[in-house]
T-cell receptor, first 111, second 114 residues
């Protein structure tokens, strides 16, 4: 079936280090969304990417959508303790109306 | 304040005892859905609703029922809960009738079935 794979599952970094999580699909995606879930909280929408090769930035966060629209990444520059949480990608496949979530990457930042 | 609310937030029950988790949104959203979150599995969609009286199965619908009699409410019903339904449940809504739109999530309901 249609799946969105996300790696790594966990990442521990020292505050100030960079962090990247990757999302991959075996088939082309219509678009991809990213969500952040703080510990004990609910997923909160961060951004949506639609165009091939699209790059969007939100302060220290950089989101990319691959040229083939099969992969995406979220990069955080100089992590802070407020970045702690689980980051999910969620892809929409062509000819469906379903949002398929990746398994998430849990980020821990040590001060 | 625009929000999605769920009740209860925490529930411990026993196998076979019917329960309902309520979900309500005040944003006049067309689309509502239910997800369950389990460690290592991410968020999996249980059921979704494009509009009033229109519901459809998601990826893991077995053991669950839903109804959409009003636009704002989308309750999740477990007729005969089993331990494998122990999970964290999220209700979500979006403005347009499609999951391609931004999803707004409720605070979650942690369910334990003994």
């Amino acid at each position: 079936g249609q799946q969105v794979m996300q790696i790594p599952q966990y990442q521990h970094v020292q505050e100030g280090e960079d962090f990247t999580t990757y999302c991959n699909s075996s088939t082309t995606l219509s678009n991809i969304q990213w969500y952040k879930q703080r510990p004990g909280g609910h997923p909160v929408f961060l951004i949506q990417l639609v165009k091939s090769g699209e790059v969007k930035k939100q302060k220290r966060l950089t989101f990319q959508f691959g040229e083939a629209k099969k992969n995406s990444s979220l990069h955080i520059t100089a992590t802070q303790t407020t970045d702690v949480g689980t980051y999910f990608c969620a892809g929409v496949f062509y000819n469906t109306d379903k949002l398929i979530f990746g398994t998430g990457t849990r980020l821990q930042v040590f001060p | 304040e625009a929000q999605v609310t769920q009740n209860p937030r925490y529930l411990i029950t026993v196998t076979g005892k019917k329960l309902t988790v309520t979900c309500s949104q005040n944003m006049n959203h067309e689309y509502m859905s239910w997800y369950r979150q389990d460690p290592g599995l991410g968020l999996r969609q249980i059921y979704y609703s494009m509009n009033v009286e229109v519901t459809d199965k998601g990826d893991v619908p077995e053991g669950y029922k839903v109804s959409r009699k009003e636009k704002r409410n989308f309750p999740l019903i477990l007729e005969s809960p089993s331990p494998n339904q122990t999970s964290l449940y999220f209700c979500a809504s979006s403005l347009y009738p499609g999951s391609t739109d931004t999803q707004y999530f409720g605070p979650g309901t942690r369910l334990t079935v003994l």
